[in-house]
């Protein structure tokens, strides 16, 4: 924790971009915000601020909309060939990993998680999804269909599908992985030919408005992508509402998603929603316990609990549950917490304020509920937004540390008897986002891979992300998939053509 003099030294480009109070892009023009104002921005293992960024609202809000209505209806975008626009979004790719130092810093300065992820998994991760895209863009098709019209038998049809972008997309993304979920939401939307509106986490503003110079730099036309920086109330809400906008991406909290269901249902946009989870990541007697606790800890730990997917309800067969939480909490004990920058560092602090508030309190309501705290439990030191990795048993469904969301690195651990007792637990949630399991037994693996109600069943492993990978929830952790062929079909409108010939 006291690693000031170990610091990654700041990247020359890191220092100057911060410097100045950043502008926001509208119409393909960096520009201040309408009424003036700006906001900080902290740096989240001191609490100091590092850089100011507009304030936008309503009025900023309208001129992007406007300016992506245009370069949707009028612009070249749209007309531009495939493979020009394949081009384009690969070289966004390409630019991305030209810059991978200074995008990793400005990320692990603005989020504060540890800068060796940032570089070898954020930054190559968000890289890798503009390359996969741009490969998409040329084989965007549709079908030809046979008819067999029982009132016309003696008619010929000619007809096929077309898959047409959806229009304007309004993108509103979290602080969890400022620059990934860009890259997640970006990419399908690029490559079909949408243009959008992308409103950045007012926590973690920097590395969005970076990309927006990059994709300019790749050659992105005017008002294709248009970036806002804002809060949820005054930036989020009247651009999810807004008329012009035909389609609302939304990655957050499954609160915020209930509201954007709410304003895009004044004219049915179309919606899509990667939210809130509390995944259960099971280890079997069977498995090779080694990597299974070790794939525990990473499940819950990684980016400091603060993942939609991350493994919080741990759930371990009776014989092995004792080896299992003394491993995980070894594991915890021995992450190194500390600033982000400091490449000592395995777990940096939490994001903000309000979510050091957020993750104290569970702890606190664990404690009072009468969970066992096996180790962590509470804050570290009184600067900056760190928790120790914490590890609580003796809990049930009815407590709020095993029901709830805590998005900070605490698990609840659980014994089962047997995987008939241990299903109904598992899938007793609100939520459906992702899971692991861990067994040498590949018929087991495999059952209950397929009885898991998630979007995503990691078999021993966990995090493992890829472009190529479709990513999303069932029940309250969303609407339809990131990623993947899935989320290139969530930015068209399918055409039915039919032509009598
Ligand atoms: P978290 O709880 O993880 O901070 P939120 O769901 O509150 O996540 O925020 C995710 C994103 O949603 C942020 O960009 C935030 O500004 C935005 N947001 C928050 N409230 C609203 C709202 N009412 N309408 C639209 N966007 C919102």
Redesign the pocket.
């Known amino acids: 924790m006291n690693a000031q003099l170990q610091m990654t030294p700041l990247d020359a480009r890191v220092a100057s971009f911060i410097r100045k109070p950043r502008q926001v892009l509208i119409d393909g023009q960096w520009v201040a915000a309408k009424s003036g104002k700006t906001f900080e921005v902290y740096d989240p293992s001191t609490g100091a601020e590092i850089a100011r960024v507009a304030a936008c609202e309503k009025a900023d809000v309208d001129a992007a909309v406007a300016a992506a209505r245009r370069a949707f209806d009028s612009g070249p975008w749209a007309r531009m060939s495939p493979s020009q626009r394949g081009r384009i979004i690969w070289k966004i790719g390409d630019l991305i990993l030209q810059n991978l130092e200074e995008l990793a810093q400005l990320e692990s300065l603005d989020n504060g998680k540890p800068i060796g992820v940032a570089r070898a998994a954020d930054v190559p991760l968000a890289a890798d999804l503009f390359h996969y895209m741009a490969g998409w863009a040329t084989k965007l098709e549709g079908n030809t269909i046979g008819l067999s019209v029982p009132y016309t038998p003696d008619a010929q049809y000619h007809a096929f599908t077309r898959r047409e972008p959806i229009g304007v997309v309004a993108q ?4 969890n992985f400022p620059l990934l979920m860009a890259a997640w939401k970006l990419g399908p939307a690029l490559t079909t030919g949408c243009t959008v509106v992308l ?1 950045v ?2 926590e973690t503003p920097l590395s969005g408005l970076r990309l927006a110079e990059l994709c300019q730099e790749a050659g992105l036309p005017p008002g294709v992508l248009n970036v806002l920086t804002g ?3 005054t930036c ?2 009247p651009l ?1 509402a807004h008329p012009q906008v035909d389609k609302v991406a939304f990655t ?2 499954t609160e ?1 998603g209930k ?2 269901v709410k ?1 895009a249902s004044n004219d049915l946009k179309k919606v899509t929603l990667e939210l809130g989870g509390k995944s259960p990541n099971i280890v079997l007697d069977d498995a090779d316990l080694d990597l299974a606790i070790a794939g525990a800890a990473n499940a819950i730990f990684f980016n400091h609990g603060q993942c939609c997917c991350a493994g919080s309800r741990l759930f371990a067969e009776e014989s092995i549950y004792d080896e299992v939480v003394a491993g995980v909490a070894e594991h915890a004990k021995g992450i190194k917490v500390g600033s982000g920058l400091d490449p000592q560092t395995e777990m940096g602090p939490l994001v903000s304020t309000e979510q050091l508030d957020r993750v104290c309190g569970f702890l606190d309501s664990g404690q009072a509920e009468g969970a066992e705290t096996v180790v962590g439990g509470r804050r570290v030191g009184d600067t900056g937004y760190f928790v120790e990795p914490t590890v609580l048993a003796g809990t049930n469904p009815q407590m709020k540390v095993e029901a709830e969301e805590i ?1 900070g690195p605490v698990v609840t651990v659980k014994p089962f008897k047997s995987t008939d007792e241990l299903l109904p637990s598992a899938n007793q949630s609100n939520y459906g986002l992702a899971a692991g399991v861990w067994t040498n037994d590949i018929k087991k693996a495999h059952r209950t891979a397929a009885e898991l109600k998630a979007g995503t069943v990691w078999i021993n492993c966990y995090n493992v992300f890829d472009a190529a990978m479709p990513f999303g929830g069932y029940k309250e952790s969303g609407w339809g998939r990131e990623m993947g062929e899935e989320a290139l079909e969530l930015y068209t409108e399918v055409k039915a053509v039919c032509a009598q010939i």
């Open positions: 509103i993304i979290p602080w409103k986490a007012e809060f949820g109330e989020g809400a999810a957050g909290s915020v509201l954007i304003a998005f």
